[in-house]
Each structure stands twice: as C-alpha cells, then as structure tokens.
T-cell receptor, first 116, second 108 residues
C-alpha cells in the first residue's frame, strides 16, 4: 500500500500525559500536513511542511503541540500535557507541490485520540 | 480570515434522486477548490477545480466552479446508498481550508 500511513490508529491517554503520533506520507510527496477533526466539523488545519521545513503553523495551535519532519520523509506530532479538549481525530495528508503544479492532498486514515 | 461555507449541512433523499451540494468561499490567493468524500475515515479526493465554468465529471458526480461569484456546486445524479457520506469542500491558498461538510444520507 503506497498511501499515507498513520500510527497508531487509536490512542487513549489520561489528561496530563504526552502523546506522539507518526505519519508516513506518499514517498514522492514533498508536502506534509496535519489536520484535526472533531465530530460534525471539517478538518481544521494545524501545520504543514515542505520537505523538512515547517512553513506554517495555525495561530490556534497552542505551545503544547509540536511537529517535526526531520529528514523530509515521515513526520511526528507531539501533544504535551494533554487536555480533554484535545480529543479528536488527527489527520495527516501529503501532496506533491511545485510552482506550476500541485496535486490534491491525499489523507491517511487518522489517529483517533481520546483523553480521559 | 479564509472561510468556506457549505450548504445544506445535512440532506436526506431517496435512492435515485439527484442532489446538489453548495460551497461558497472567501479566501486570499485562491489556487484551487477541491471536493472530498468522507465515509468513516480518511477524506477521499473527488475533484480539483481551478478554472471557472469548466465542468468536471466522474460517473454520476460532477462539479463546477464560479470564480466570479466565489462558489462551487457538486451534483450527484441517480443517487445510490453508497453515496451516503460527508462531502467536504476545501479551498487552497497554499494549504487547504475546509468547510463544515454536508452530511448526505441516501435512503433505499
């Protein structure tokens, strides 16, 4: 399967714990995105990378959230000191972006986080 | 602030009906508008529209963009129960900004 892969599929954690999610994009894609989706809402942008550079981070994203893409391939999203409001589906997507062409974003199946 | 509004938020029809889903947007540096279908997990790509007035078609689904009036529609003809899903509209000013989605339910 050459699609976007996310791990784990589900994560249940207690409030105050740290969690880390991983995303493996489609191999030739240079852009990688993180979104968060809650029930009944569309995906909300968190951050995105072009290769290893983090180009934008949502103003809504608190300092407890950090993302990395150290070698321009896979990415991790860490949430520190989790709160119940962090419970959501975290979606990763990737695309091939160029000056004159950009492919649609292809999404992974997401990591569902439940904070108790 | 970039904004995408979809209507209706929810729609229930009978199998065989034709439906039209709406998407309006306000965004700086518009590049493209995309439609996705989301069933239980990942949104799956349907269409990407960049030019006004050119209809994109895939089977029973079609979509068109109006860049002057800042909206797009997604049509589904002869609906089937497998079309039941949330349909998401998104615009691309470097990153995708999504609407809330339209939950479509097709009853047999």
């Amino acid at each position: 399967d050459t699609g976007v892969s996310q791990n784990p599929r589900h994560k249940i954690t207690k409030r105050g714990q740290n969690v880390t999610f991983r995303c493996d994009p489609i191999s030739e894609h240079n852009r990688l995105y993180w979104y968060r989706q809650t029930l009944g809402q569309g995906p909300e942008f968190l951050t995105y990378f072009q290769n290893e550079a983090q180009l934008e981070k949502s103003r809504l994203l608190s300092d407890r959230f950090s993302a990395e893409r150290p070698k321009g391939s896979f990415s991790t999203l860490e949430i520190q000191r989790t709160e119940q409001g962090d419970s959501a589906m975290y979606l990763c997507a990737s695309s091939l972006w160029g000056t004159h062409y950009n492919s649609p974003l292809h999404f992974g199946n997401g990591t569902r986080l439940t904070v108790t | 602030e970039d904004k995408v509004v979809q209507s209706p938020l929810s729609l229930v029809v009978h199998e065989g009906d034709t439906v039209t889903l709406n998407c309006s947007y306000e965004v700086t540096n518009f590049r493209s508008l995309l439609w996705y279908k989301q069933e239980k997990k990942a949104p799956t790509f349907l269409f990407m529209l960049t030019s006004s007035g050119i209809e994109k078609k895939s089977g029973r689904l079609s979509s068109i963009l109006d860049k002057k009036e800042l909206f797009s529609i997604l049509n589904i003809t002869a609906t089937q129960t497998g079309d039941s899903a949330v349909y998401l509209c998104a615009v691309d000013p470097q990153k995708l900004v999504f609407g809330q989605g339209t939950r479509l339910t097709i009853n047999p």
